[in-house]
């Protein structure tokens, strides 16, 4: 019996999924009284096992098959590895690429399948919880069937520090090059623009609730005034208000500033996921549940519009008329 | 050329909700046009009038409340829509992935479109599952999270790029057919226009339960069964400074010149 755990790689590197994954494996094995196994599938396989060689691993799996992420590859390797293994649960990150073969690869296989899970428990049938209308409420579900499969929300478990003892084996797949049907032809960077937001001691970071572009005049005074750099959430960008560049989050820029000031956003996973490791966290925003305000240091439930022509003043700034 | 839309309707909650058993109560609800799938009406469109003979079809799984989301896509451009709803449906605790893969693969199997559009996930479920389980179950190809499309029909393949973490994008050709989960930012969804508003009206609309798209009411069973839904302890120790937009400014302003911050 044996919970199996897939790993990630891109370009070279392990991402740190892969170490927490081994963290809730270890979990849930306990919790099931069996073993852990990992899968490594591509790329540079036996250095990556090696690197996750950590304590409470029992077994990792290396299919040298492809360089990079090929759901095709993965989908068949993973196939193969389950009918070989016949774990109680398969465990796969919810990662962008995750989210590329996790659903598919339940499908085939006849598992239910719960994504984006963000704690898990054993008492006779495995309780998960997930998080549901943008994080305002979580939610448990059991899922009563003998095997099954779970995608995993990185940083919610630790990564595995500790070295361990795994034994290590290349696993043989048949891979039916006819049923891959898609290639991957490279990488491309988004690139440069203006301003570097990760360099910037102090952010000033707009979202959704500034409503419309003709608002933003309002946020662009204040950054200013404190002498800050303006950055945003992803629908800002998408609606085309600021660069690419100005992006903080799981898709843009990671950022650590001193100090990181939301205003009106409300602090989605995948928001949050770019700017955690700032050193002071301000939210501002109208909603006194919204999401931002687990992670934040300090908090002003108001109307934008009220308080930030207010902070501009404090600052011998003027507010825009908006 | 056909492109099937997957197309949901999502549940918004206001500010100050309450829970009623395992969901949120209606009455704290709102319900809106899920925002990938805006996206994905849009690049369906697009394609529509940059090319002959292309036809938008969406679908839906939802109740009778649905269509008023619907007509929107509908004024958007799409041509006509097919919505399942069952009492089957409406009376399932909630409808786990596998089960909305299969409602929409039958109406998938009846459509033969060359091209499915879905959203990377939706507002208020977030499974990001939906479509790649979908594509799995109609034997189609598929790409998660595309955020650039360029469809070569003749060739029979989608030129994609599938946004990555880290501003990072992977370069990818998908055979057609295939079901192409889109992101948010890959164009410019369109407003209603008036005009489109009156055509939606007229354009058809139609309503199937389970027997018509040749499935039974057993499709719901589901292992896995909700057992809780609660507002999550706050593990914040936030300071939230209270009183006036003046006050709490001022506590701001001092705080921020407490930190060094300074006029700029
Ligand atoms: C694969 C993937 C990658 C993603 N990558 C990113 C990413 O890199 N970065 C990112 O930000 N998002 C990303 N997202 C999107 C993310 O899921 C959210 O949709 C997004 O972060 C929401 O932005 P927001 O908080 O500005 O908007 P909303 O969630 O709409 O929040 C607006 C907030 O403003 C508040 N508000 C409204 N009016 C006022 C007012 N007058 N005064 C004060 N407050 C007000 C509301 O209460 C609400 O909390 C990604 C999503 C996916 C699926
Ligand atoms: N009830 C539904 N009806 C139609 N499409 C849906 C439904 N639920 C999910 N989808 C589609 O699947 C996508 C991903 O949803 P999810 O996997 O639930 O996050 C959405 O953006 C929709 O395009």
């Known amino acids: 019996m044996t919970v199996l755990a897939v790993t990630e790689h891109r370009r070279g590197d392990l991402r740190d999924v892969s170490f927490e994954i081994v963290t809730a494996g270890r979990e849930l094995a306990d919790e099931l009284g069996t073993d852990l196994s990992l899968a490594v599938i591509g790329g540079d396989v036996d250095g990556f096992a090696d690197e996750l060689n950590r304590d409470g691993v029992d077994t990792i799996y290396t299919i040298a098959e492809g360089e990079e992420f090929n759901h095709g590859i993965y989908m068949q390797t993973i196939e193969q590895l389950h009918a070989e293994l016949d774990p109680t649960a398969l465990l796969l990150p919810n990662t962008v690429n995750g989210l590329d073969y996790a659903p598919a690869v339940a499908g085939r296989l006849g598992l239910p399948i719960v994504t984006d899970v963000i704690g898990l428990e054993d008492g006779g049938v495995v309780e998960v919880i997930r998080e549901q209308y943008g994080g305002k409420v979580e939610t448990t579900y059991d899922i009563d069937a003998e095997q099954y499969a779970l995608t995993i929300r990185p940083t919610e478990w630790p990564m595995a520090e500790e070295a361990g003892d795994a034994a290590i084996e290349a696993f043989e797949v048949d891979i039916d090059e006819d049923a891959i049907g898609t290639t991957v032809n490279g990488f491309e960077e988004v690139s440069g623009g203006d301003v570097d937001i990760t360099e910037a001691d102090v952010l000033v970071s707009v979202g959704r609730g500034i409503d419309e572009e003709e608002n933003l005049p309002l946020v662009e005074a204040l950054a200013d005034a404190l002498g800050a750099t303006l950055s945003s959430s992803r629908p800002i960008v998408d609606n085309g208000w600021l660069p690419q560049n100005r992006q903080v989050g799981q898709s843009g820029k990671v950022v650590t500033p001193d100090v990181y000031i939301a205003i009106g956003i409300s602090g989605a996973v ?5 700017m955690k490791g700032s050193d002071t966290i301000i ?22 519009f009220e308080v930030v022509p207010e902070i501009i003043e404090a600052f011998g700034g003027e507010a825009p008329d908006v | ?8 309707e999502v549940a918004e909650v206001d500010d100050e909700f309450e829970i009623d058993g395992l969901d949120i109560a209606e009455s704290s609800l709102e319900y809106d046009l899920n925002e990938w799938d805006d996206y994905a009406i849009e690049e369906a469109v697009q394609t529509s009038e940059a090319h002959d003979d292309v036809e938008v079809v969406t679908v839906t799984v939802g109740p ?5 989301t619907i007509r929107m896509a509908l004024a958007k451009g799409a041509d006509r829509a097919i919505r399942i709803w069952d009492d089957a449906l409406e009376e399932a605790q909630f409808l786990d992935i596998e089960t909305k893969a299969a409602l929409i ?9 060359d091209l499915v ?17 979908l594509a ?3 034997g189609f190809e598929w790409a ?11 060739s029979g393949v989608a030129a994609v790029h599938r946004e990555l973490e880290g501003g990072i994008e992977e370069l990818t050709d998908v055979e057609l057919p295939a079901v192409l989960t889109i992101q948010t930012g890959i164009n410019e969804p369109r407003y209603a226009s008036l005009r489109g508003i009156r055509q939606a009206q007229r354009k058809p609309l139609e309503a199937r339960d389970l027997s018509e798209i040749g499935l039974d009411a057993d499709i719901v069973d589901s292992s896995i069964e909700r057992t809780s839904m609660y507002e999550p302890e706050s593990e914040s120790d936030a300071t939230v400074w209270e009183g006036s937009a003046e006050e709490t400014a001022a506590e701001l302003a001092a705080f921020l010149r407490d930190k060094g911050v300074v006029e700029g």
């Open chain 2, 136 to 138: 799995e179950a109609i």
């Open chain 1, 283 to 304: 939210a501002i925003n109208t909603d006194p549940n919204a999401p931002i305000f687990d992670i934040a240091d300090y908090g002003i439930v108001d109307d934008l």
């Open chain 2, 64 to 68: 009778e409340r649905a269509e008023e």
């Open chain 1, 270 to 274: 995948q928001h949050v996921a770019g």
């Open chain 2, 117 to 133: 559009l879905s959203g990377v996930q939706a507002g208020d479920d977030s499974n990001g599952a939906t479509g790649v389980a």
């Open chain 2, 1 to 8: 050329m056909k492109i099937l839309v997957t197309v949901k």
């Open chain 2, 144 to 154: 998660a999270v595309v955020n650039e499309l360029e469809l070569d029909a003749d």
């Open chain 2, 105 to 113: 693969a039958a109406v998938a199997e009846e459509e033969q479109p």
